[in-house]
């Protein structure tokens, strides 16, 4: 989501990283993710667009990726509206650095 594309609030935003720890159905070393059943962390993370915490629906490894995780959140209602609105992640007593989204 950029400026010339903006979340609202409610929509679904897909968030990609890494290091968010150990995951349920581990896949073997240097294997891609399974397609067919969901890897989650074993601990649940927290998302904040702005300084609001938003709903999650999925937070694990990227189906079909090695090594990647995703995290599913909503944007929030009551956000800040602007083109580089703050978003975080905090697993486990570890905060992510921020990154930006545009919300309309």
Known sequence: MDSGNPAKAGDPIAI???????????????????????????????????????????????????GMYQVNAFVPEGVTVGSSVAVTISIGGAVSNVVTVAVQ
């Open 16 to 66: 990609f990283c890494t290091g968010l720890g150990p995951v349920t159905n581990t896949p073997p070393t240097g294997e891609p993710a399974p397609l067919d059943s969901l890897s989650w962390t074993t601990t649940v993370p927290a998302v904040y667009i702005g300084d609001i915490q938003a709903k999650l629906n999925f937070w694990g490894l990227a189906p079909g990726q090695i």
